[in-house]
């Protein structure tokens, strides 16, 4: 098995907030993540794909096509936007990076035109980063059922 990456970058801001926690325990869990406006990071994406190469083509997959898909289904619906707000694949999930890692897997798992996903990696700053395999995860959703009443969902 060869297993191949494609690094892709994105600059975008969020707020990390549970619309089910009271003011203090959002600042107490999240601290300076939680500002009201949000706050910005540069994030690297990693893609990982892996198979067996290609006898005619030597390819597991072609980086430019996985280049191209990428950008199309995850750093045009991101770069440059809130999280929070901006991106319809996002809404409503508290957007860390790990909850990112799983979001990008479900966007690029059934689109790829060869090999199979292997890893999400995504780097939020050059400390803080999480990898994602594909595991079965409950990915949490938050939406607004009534005024002033949160409900959730998984996807």
């Known amino acids: 098995m060869v ?4 690094k892709e970058h994105f600059s975008a801001a969020h707020r990390l907030y549970n619309p089910t926690f009271s003011d203090e325990r959002n600042e107490a869990v ?9 706050h910005g990071h540069n994030y690297t994406l990693e893609v990982t794909v892996k198979g067996v190469p290609d006898a005619e083509t030597g390819y ?3 980086l430019k096509r996985l280049r ?3 950008d199309e289904v995850i750093i045009d619906k991101v770069d440059h936007k809130h999280l929070n707000f901006d991106v319809p694949f996002l809404d409503g999930i508290i957007p860390t990076v790990e909850n990112l890692c799983v979001a990008f897997w479900q966007q690029l798992e059934h689109r790829l035109p060869s090999g199979e996903l292997h890893r999400i990696r995504v780097f939020e700053s050059d400390n803080n980063l ?3 395999y594909g595991e079965p995860i409950e990915l949490v959703r938050w ?4 005024a002033g009443h949160h409900e959730r969902t998984t996807v």
């Open 130 to 132: 999480a990898d994602y």
């Open 30 to 38: 999240f601290d300076k993540c939680n500002n009201l406006f949000g």
């Open 60 to 62: 597991v997959i072609d």
């Open 68 to 70: 191209d898909l990428i």
């Open 143 to 146: 939406s607004h059922a009534a």
């Open 3 to 6: 297993y191949v990456t494609r």
